[in-house]
């Protein structure tokens, strides 16, 4: 059988489709690797569901105040012994990983208190939530401060800087794993495990969170696993393998992660209410497939810095390099190349794939924004998603994917596209 033929009738031409065979040609056995971490995380969660005994009773959920539910309970001990720590709470009233990110800092904090940042500026969301960006709610309305340590010339961590800005108030410092939507590197688990050991031998009374947003089951270890006091992450990422429908979590010592559950729903209440309706379900059967899904994502996000290096663009990280989490970006140089990209991702998703993503004025942003999903999980980035600002350097940020062949023809796709639009000229394919 000549594949080609299945890719024929989704619009892919010939030279594209070589050009791309061989490209992962090359890629056999990069993608070996991912796959015997898949493999090792893939235990980890299994051993995780067998000593929990996870059991039929568990997939149901509760409704109403949602007293007794075993499949909740029993699914926070599962992300505790994933992640290796004393307690979980992971629930579908955390809507989302902001949320989730909020809750562990107001919870953990009180009126003057600081709050560190130690890799940068946090991710866009979190402006609001600290009260960066002016916001009615923030922790700063509550008389919680703030202070970063901007990144190092070459991306790494600012000892110094961090030590000179660690203060009496400073309670908790806040280290984000994933580059997000920023251009610099995102953070291997044991850079931030030596960080860690670093502000630990400076001051061992503070808490350390961890934003460990994309980055799930990407390496061996998680942040937990090196010192973090608290690992915090989204559903309808990594962690919920494209079938949560919805939840977001925080795994850590069992003081933050009660704090936080008296937080979410009220005092005296804590943990024991919170009824799960009907997706108890998806949260464990996602959770079961999340390392394989999170290997796809990886496969897809290699095999597009491959292909778009090759052909002249920069991207980061490139086609070489460790993975931390499963964001690629893309740098065109040229709103057009934006635009293609984007409409070839759209176009090859199971859901939503006749519409054409136009640019839009996104609230939050400055300049306009194109996003290409079409996703099963309304906004799920652990789907082939991509999207990106429409002003210089007219990058694009490319994740997800629930499968390896659904990854590999969404790239496909958008190279297809920008050889359709007369942006990549054919000659430049490798055939
Ligand atoms: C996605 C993300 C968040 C926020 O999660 P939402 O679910 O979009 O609210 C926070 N931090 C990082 C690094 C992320 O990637």
Known sequence: MDRYEAYKDLGIDRDVYDHCEK??????ERFSQIDDMAEFNQMKVLDAFRKEQVQEACLNGSSGYGYNDLGRDTLEKVYADIFHTEDALVRP????????????????????DQILSVSGR??????????????????KEYGISYDEVPLREDGSFD???????????????????????????????????????????IRDDVLIMVDNCYGEFVEEKEPTDVGADMA???????????????GGYIAGKKECVENAARRLTSPGLGRE???????????????????TVTASALKGAVFAARIYEDLGFDVLPDGTEERYDIIQAVTFHREDA?????????????VDSFVVPEPWDMPGYDSKVIMAAGSFVSG??????????LREPYSVYFQGGLTWPHAKFGIMNSLQFLVRDGIIDRSKLRC
């Open 273 to 291: 209410v919170g009824a799960t309706l009907g997706v108890m379900r998806d949260l464990y059967q996602g959770l079961f497939l999340a390392p």
């Open 380 to 389: 799920s980035s652990i789907e082939l998603s991509a999207d990106g600002p």
């Open 338 to 350: 934006l635009i293609s990209f984007c409409k070839g991702i759209q176009s090859a998703a199971p």
């Open 122 to 139: 946090p991710y866009d969301t979190l402006e609001e939530v600290i009260g960066i960006r002016q916001s009615k709610g923030s922790l």
């Open 159 to 201: 000892l110094k800087g961090i030590s000179s800005k660690l203060r009496k108030e400073t309670k908790l410092i806040a280290i984000q794993r994933s580059k997000g939507y920023s251009d610099r590197r995102s953070f291997s688990v044991e850079q931030i495990g030596d960080c860690i050991a670093f502000i630990r031998s």
């Open 93 to 112: 009233q955390i809507t989302c990983g902001t949320h989730a990110l909020a809750l562990a800092l107001m919870s953990n904090l009180r009126p003057g």
């Open 23 to 28: 490209v992962i040609g090359e890629l056999r």
């Open 232 to 246: 915090v992450g989204s559903l309808i990422k990594n962690p919920g393998g494209g079938l949560a429908p919805i």
